[in-house]
């Protein structure tokens, strides 16, 4: 008896320490992947500027190959000829999502029909859609009463922003006019044809809005009498250079005014300025969500239902063409996270089939993650729940997630496993959905989602040039990993 027993504990501490092994290469493959896509001088931060988007998007689709991950459209869950019959989306705001061909991998078709073996690689995980984007990737300068203000440090140029060049006087909105009534009006007058108008951003966001996805269109949209816009915190509840107040990234439009954001080192009794600002509008820029599948393994596979991880690959690019985003955390890490995966349970058996897609067009208000859920290659009925993983590279000792009621036992069920871990995260920080990443789309589809930020001291380098790779920390890894893996396994039984 003292033998078996002594036989299954060794076995156990085998199991272990296998275990081990295998979270320590994932975790190395994870950083080496974060390091790889965050590189600028290949990726050009992951959008259409130099085409960063298409390689980040071969580079994902090469490593997901190699682990023997399949195309999603190639498994047996998938809808038949699903590419072929996309539809075209209107998400509840006011931007459109087009079907579209191949256009940047057109290359990959010889003659318009013969077939490349890159055709072969990479179309087949390929879901292609397009919207207008509108670009910033020449001159980006600002002056301030004779002092240069630093790009992505004293300022941000909203990304709907036209171009927009000379000298202008700068004014300040009365508290008076904050009202639904008047700020449009007031603003619209033709007294700041010549100038640019300081709007405390506390005081916008108690304007009454019809739909909390939108607070620019409504009340800058209709601003046609006016310079430019500067979206201050005039309260001074920031320190100068820390994050810039950020509500949704919106590039789909551009306003008739420049817009703004300053943080506390503007002045607060600014006289006039100098801009040399230059944008661009593409119409019907193509986009590539990525859909990769692993079946179930093992005598006790399943294929009626599958679990989807997601992440977004895209990010902002560049902001004037010094000013070149890395997106380390956000949202390399989350990219990193599934392709670990990928790369576990490739090699270990698991009942359950697992969906990986990694979507583009995130910062442009999640239109690749509408456009998969309006489009789904796995009917989303057959989706048992959606794991979002956006900025996991953080230090942050509590997990921030978000979930609705019919998600509620994903969280559930990752929280006991975390709390039965030794080196769990001390607490969940939980909230309800919203629209700040891309499981938004697939909860209002209806399907259960979930998102996991590890939120820490890198957090102020959100959307700046400072998302690199050195402010990035994998210490929070086993602790995701082992959370998601084991919860994965659980439906082996």
Same mark, same amino acid.
């Given at each position: 008896?003292?033998?078996?027993?002594?036989?299954?504990?060794?076995?156990?501490?085998?199991?272990?320490?296998?275990?081990?092994?295998?979270?320590?290469?994932?975790?190395?493959?994870?950083?080496?992947?974060?390091?790889?896509?965050?590189?600028?001088?290949?990726?050009?931060?992951?959008?259409?500027?130099?085409?960063?988007?298409?390689?980040?998007?071969?580079?994902?689709?090469?490593?997901?190959?190699?682990?023997?991950?399949?195309?999603?459209?190639?498994?047996?869950?998938?809808?038949?000829?699903?590419?072929?019959?996309?539809?075209?989306?209107?998400?509840?705001?006011?931007?459109?999502?087009?079907?579209?061909?191949?256009?940047?991998?057109?290359?990959?078709?010889?003659?318009?029909?013969?077939?490349?073996?890159?055709?072969?690689?990479?179309?087949?995980?390929?879901?292609? *859609?397009?919207?207008? &984007? +509108?670009?910033?990737?020449?001159?980006?300068?600002? !002056? #301030?009463?004779?002092?240069?203000?630093?790009? @992505?440090?004293?300022?941000?140029?909203?990304?709907?922003?036209?171009?927009?060049?000379?000298?202008?006087?700068?004014?300040?909105?009365?508290?008076?006019?904050?009202?639904?009534?008047? *700020?449009?009006?007031? &603003? +619209?007058?033709?007294?700041?044809?010549?100038?640019? !108008? #300081?709007?405390?951003?506390?005081?916008?966001? @108690?304007?009454?809005?019809?739909?909390?996805?939108?607070?620019?269109?409504?009340?800058?949209m209709p601003l046609d009498k006016?310079?430019?816009i500067i979206l201050k915190d005039a309260a001074g509840s920031y320190s100068p250079n820390a994050q810039f107040p950020y509500f949704k990234a919106r590039a789909h439009y551009v306003t008739p005014e420049p817009v703004l954001m300053v943080n506390g080192t503007f002045p607060d009794d600014a006289k006039e300025l100098e801009i040399d600002m230059v944008s661009q509008m593409y119409p019907r820029h193509d986009a590539h969500n990525v859909v990769a599948f692993l079946p179930g393994t093992g005598k006790n596979a399943k294929d009626n239902e599958c679990i989807t991880f997601i992440a977004h690959y895209d990010h902002l690019g560049c902001m004037g063409k010094e000013n070149v985003f890395p997106g380390a955390n956000d949202n390399a890490s989350g990219v990193a996270m599934l392709l670990s995966l990928i790369k576990?349970?490739?090699?270990?058996?698991?009942?359950?089939?697992?969906?990986?897609?990694?979507?583009?067009?995130?910062?442009?208000?999640?239109?690749?993650?509408?456009?998969?859920?309006?489009?789904?290659?796995?009917?989303?009925?057959?989706?048992?729940?959606?794991?979002?993983?956006?900025?996991?590279?953080?230090?942050?000792?509590?997990?921030?997630?978000?979930?609705?009621?019919?998600?509620?036992w994903i969280i559930d069920s990752l929280k006991k496993i975390n709390d039965e871990y030794a080196d769990g995260f001390k607490a969940f920080d939980l909230e309800g959905v919203d629209d700040n990443s891309d499981h938004y789309a697939f909860e209002q589809a209806g399907v259960p989602s979930t998102y996991f930020e590890t939120k820490g001291e890198f957090y102020d380098h959100y959307h700046t040039p400072r998302d690199t790779y050195e402010h990035f920390t994998s210490c929070n890894y086993h602790r995701l990993f082992h959370m998601f893996t084991t919860f994965v396994n659980g439906f082996n039984e």
């Open positions: 008896m003292a033998i078996s027993i002594l036989a299954l504990a060794s076995c156990s501490y085998l199991k272990e320490k296998q275990e081990m092994k295998k979270m320590n290469e994932c975790k190395t493959y994870f950083e080496s992947v974060v390091k790889e896509l965050s590189d600028v001088s290949k990726y050009y931060g992951r959008n259409a500027y130099e085409n960063g988007d298409i390689f980040a998007a071969k580079y994902i689709i090469d490593q997901v190959r190699e682990m023997g991950a399949m195309p999603a459209s190639k498994s047996s869950m998938a809808i038949e000829d699903c590419f072929m019959h996309t539809q075209e989306v209107q998400p509840p705001y006011k931007a459109h999502i087009y079907n579209i061909g191949l256009e940047r991998w057109s290359g990959m078709v010889e003659d318009g029909y013969e077939r490349t073996p890159e055709y072969d690689k990479y179309v087949p995980y390929l879901q292609n *859609f397009s919207f207008d &984007l +509108n670009v910033m990737r020449s001159s980006m300068k600002l !002056v #301030v009463d004779g002092k240069k203000m630093e790009p @992505t440090v004293d300022f941000i140029a909203k990304e709907f922003s036209p171009t927009c060049q000379g000298k202008f006087e700068i004014k300040y909105l009365e508290d008076k006019y904050y009202t639904e009534e008047l *700020f449009v009006k007031h &603003l +619209n007058s033709g007294e700041y044809r010549n100038a640019f !108008v #300081v709007v405390d951003w506390e005081k916008y966001n @108690t304007l009454p809005f019809e739909s909390h996805m939108e607070r620019y269109m409504p009340y800058l006016v310079g430019g576990y349970w490739s090699k270990t058996e698991h009942s359950m089939p697992l969906q990986f897609i990694f979507l583009d067009a995130e910062e442009s208000n999640l239109l690749g993650a509408f456009f998969y859920a309006a489009n789904p290659v796995i009917p989303l009925d057959r989706i048992k729940c959606v794991i979002n993983c956006d900025m996991v590279g953080d230090s942050g000792d509590n997990l921030h997630c978000q979930c609705e009621q019919d998600g509620q």
